[in-house]
């Protein structure tokens, strides 16, 4: 953001979109090495600080009828809970604390994100491959795990005609392996585009002639991205608990 | 943010510290990200697993549990009224048939003493009737007594008067004969 500044001195617009994705060290200027303190390191301490906020001071007091933080944690308690047991079936809920961990961190640093000024660390493909690369490998393992060789079924399709079955096989192999890039890529691809896409309208307010409509569409825009944050978290978790189902019960 | 004027430190980004293509995919940064969201994800989990969760399941639970606990005590207090109100309904029902009964006893009771004193009145009445009866009959009796005896006198004198011997006897039977007619 503050980079911005700088491309004000030249002649009028000069976009700089991607700039609010740079990773920045927090004290000083040296280069970013694995354990340096980094607006990473700042926005996604904010995001647990959010958490703690919202689902440890907030329901602090316990109540039997519960204040407004309250009612809002449970409300994201049941949420989860039930997507889980809705999706992937009562077995599911022993990973409910994983699967709440990913769609908290998901949900706050998607709308963290969009306070301006600050670093959408869900933007990033290296945070939600991670992310989803921790998805993929604990359902493969844990399919074999619980299912044994019985788990290679989900490749194969009985219902389907036997000539076919192996066709569909490698079909089903092709869109399991890529279900982790999908998975990353949707969610830094969302939060990504509608960052810049922010960013260039907001490049266009610096001129006068256009900058009731830049305005205009920046709050448009800004609502948009509101109801991407939360949905791409929804998104990110629900589809954790489709590939969570099909560890769980891999028959089709 | 200061380092716009310096030397790039990174070859992701240019001289005037913008990004040169993609942040995202510069990789002098990406094992700077992972190794922070690994953490931030450890100390999340730990967060939500060891306090969070139990504690909002805790508070559900309680609820769930006191909400039962007062349906089931409504229920019961539900009952309780609907057993306080037959029972109730039963006492009124009861003392409605008491006091009715009691009603039509001191009816009959009354009916009773009423004929009783009814009966005597009649009595009385009646014998009362009989007695003036006999008064009169007596009465009138004493009054034809008089009356002839006023007669004869009257004869008697009349007869003296008149120049004549009365006798007694005579004059008697006249008169007798008379009052017959």
């Not at chain 2, 006492?91 to 009964?101: Q, S």
């Not at chain 2, 009145?121 to 008064?135: G, L, P, R, V």
Request: proline share 3%; net charge negative; glycine share 6%.
């Amino acid at each position: 953001m503050a980079s911005e500044t700088h491309s004000g001195q030249g002649s009028g617009l000069e976009f700089h979109p991607m700039d609010q994705f740079i990773v920045k060290p927090l004290f000083g200027d040296g280069p970013v090495g694995m354990f340096t303190v980094t607006n990473v390191t700042l926005w996604m301490a904010i995001s647990v600080l959010a958490v703690v906020l919202l689902l440890i001071v907030g329901t602090s007091r316990r109540a039997i009828v519960p204040s407004r933080s309250q009612s809002v944690a449970e409300l994201a308690y049941g949420f989860v809970y039930k997507m889980i047991e809705d999706v992937a079936g009562k077995d599911g809920l022993k990973y409910f604390p994983y699967i709440m961990t990913l769609f908290m961190f998901v949900l706050f640093s998607n709308v963290l994100g969009l306070i301006p000024s600050a670093f959408t660390t869900t933007s990033h493909i290296a945070v939600t491959a991670v992310l989803a690369m921790g998805v993929f490998l604990t359902v493969t393992i844990l399919g074999f795990v619980k299912n044994g060789a019985a788990f290679l079924g989900l490749f194969w399709v009985s219902s389907a005609p036997l000539a076919l079955r192996p066709v569909l096989a490698l079909i089903e192999l092709i869109s399991y392996f890529v279900r982790p890039v999908s998975h990353s890529i949707r969610l830094a691809g969302n939060m990504m585009a509608g960052h810049a896409v922010l960013k260039v309208f907001a490049g266009f307010a610096a001129s006068a002639l256009i900058a009731p409509f830049a305005i205009g569409a920046i709050t448009a825009m800004y609502a948009l991205e509101l109801l991407v944050a939360c949905v791409q978290a929804y998104v990110f978790t629900i589809l954790t608990c489709v590939y969570l189902k099909d560890a769980l019960h891999p028959s089709h | 943010m200061a380092s716009e004027t310096q030397a790039p430190v990174s070859s992701c980004v240019d001289a005037g510290g913008s990004a040169i293509g993609m942040p995202q995919l510069c990789g002098d940064w990406m094992g700077n990200q992972i190794f922070w969201l690994v953490v931030t994800l450890v100390v999340m989990f730990f967060i939500l697993s060891k306090i969070a969760l139990p504690r909002i399941a805790a508070v559900l639970a309680e609820r769930q549990g006191r909400i039962t606990n007062d349906i089931a005590a409504a229920e019961e207090l539900r009952k309780k009224a609907q057993e306080a109100e037959a029972a109730y309904e039963k006492a009124l029902a009861e003392a409605k048939a008491e006091a009715g009964r009691i009603v039509a006893e001191a009816k009959a009771e009354m009916q009773a003493e009423m004929d009783v004193e009814i009966a005597k009145a009649d009595a009385e009445i009646a014998a009362q009737t009989a007695e003036s009866e006999k008064k009169i009959v007596e009465i009138r009796e004493g009054a034809l007594e008089a009356v002839k005896e006023v007669a004869m006198d009257t004869a008697q004198d009349i007869v003296t008067a008149m120049g004549g011997k009365a006798d007694a006897k005579s004059v008697t039977a006249a008169v007798n004969e008379r009052m017959k007619g």
